[in-house]
């Protein structure tokens, strides 16, 4: 799997992409949620001979496929955004038509089918769905370097670097066995002594389903 984050802009020295221009800080970081109506639609695809309604549909990347190059192909970004990424939003339309998740954001359905760690079927696809819609738009043409400003000072002092920051997630991403996600985010529990905290996700597993909300997540790396 490629490598993304969400927190400053372009690509780093160490491999890195970083989203946000270095000013914006944590501030502009919280602003990534996004609105139900934004995230659904209500056209229709057809699988056979029956006619299944699309509560979500298949979100293009927020630039053309070569944009990323030579960081990543556009070979690469096509096929695991066409490919991969839209198997999961067919397979999520298909596995809740006629149910009661039809009516959920895609937040909520990644929670409630989480079912504390005892997966429903829907999980998988829905969590792939919101990790990836994530990971696309944590990625900028040309941007990159150090951050700076609120966002900066929280780094030094919490890693003591952002270089060290950065050793951190490439630890975690490292060490998860198997495919999962390496993340970067504003700790729900600041009792804990931090405000900002790295941690690492098995396969489709996100922050949403550990107590995070959508404006704490700040960054996110693909491991294969």
Not at 11 to 32: M, Q, T, V, Y
């Given at each position: 799997?490629a490598?993304?984050?969400?927190a ?7 491999g890195?992409?970083l989203r ?5 800080g944590?501030?502009?970081a919280?602003?990534l ?6 995230r659904?639609?209500?056209s229709?695809r057809r699988?056979g ?5 699309a509560k979500?549909?298949l979100?293009?990347?927020?630039y053309p ?5 030579p960081?990543?192909?556009a ?6 955004w066409?490919?991969h990424?839209r198997?999961?939003?067919d ?5 809740i038509v006629g149910?009661?998740?039809?009516a959920k954001?895609l937040?909520?359905i990644?929670i409630q089918?989480?079912n504390?760690?005892?997966l429903?079927p829907p999980f998988n696809n829905?969590?792939q769905i919101w990790?990836?819609?994530f ?8 941007g990159?370097?150090?951050p700076?400003?609120?966002?900066l ?6 890693f003591g ?7 951190e997630?490439?630890a ?6 198997g495919?999962?996600?390496?993340w970067?985010a504003?700790n729900p ?6 405000e ?5 996700t ?9 107590g ?6 700040l960054?996110v790396?693909g491991t294969?």
């Amino acid at each position: 799997m490629a490598t993304a984050t969400v927190a400053a802009t372009a690509p780093l020295s160490n491999g890195f992409l970083l989203r946000r221009g270095p000013n914006e800080g944590a501030k502009s970081a919280r602003s990534l949620q996004r609105t139900k109506n934004q995230r659904q639609s209500a056209s229709s695809r057809r699988f056979g001979a029956a006619v299944i309604t699309a509560k979500f549909d298949l979100k293009p990347p927020p630039y053309p496929l070569n944009a990323l190059e030579p960081h990543m192909s556009a070979n690469t970004l096509s096929f695991h955004w066409g490919k991969h990424h839209r198997a999961y939003v067919d397979n999520l339309n298909k596995q809740i038509v006629g149910t009661e998740l039809e009516a959920k954001s895609l937040e909520d359905i990644v929670i409630q089918t989480y079912n504390d760690g005892d997966l429903l079927p829907p999980f998988n696809n829905a969590a792939q769905i919101w990790n990836h819609d994530f990971f696309w738009e944590s990625m900028k043409p040309g941007g990159g370097g150090k951050p700076s400003g609120e966002l900066l000072k929280l780094i030094e002092r919490d890693f003591g670097s952002f270089e060290k920051l950065c050793e951190e997630l490439r630890a975690a991403a490292a060490t998860q066995f198997g495919s999962g996600w390496a993340w970067l985010a504003f700790n729900p529990r600041p009792s804990d002594g931090k405000e900002l905290v790295v941690l690492k996700t098995p396969n489709a597993v996100n922050p949403l389903v550990l107590g995070y909300t959508v404006s704490d997540i700040l960054l996110v790396r693909g491991t294969p």
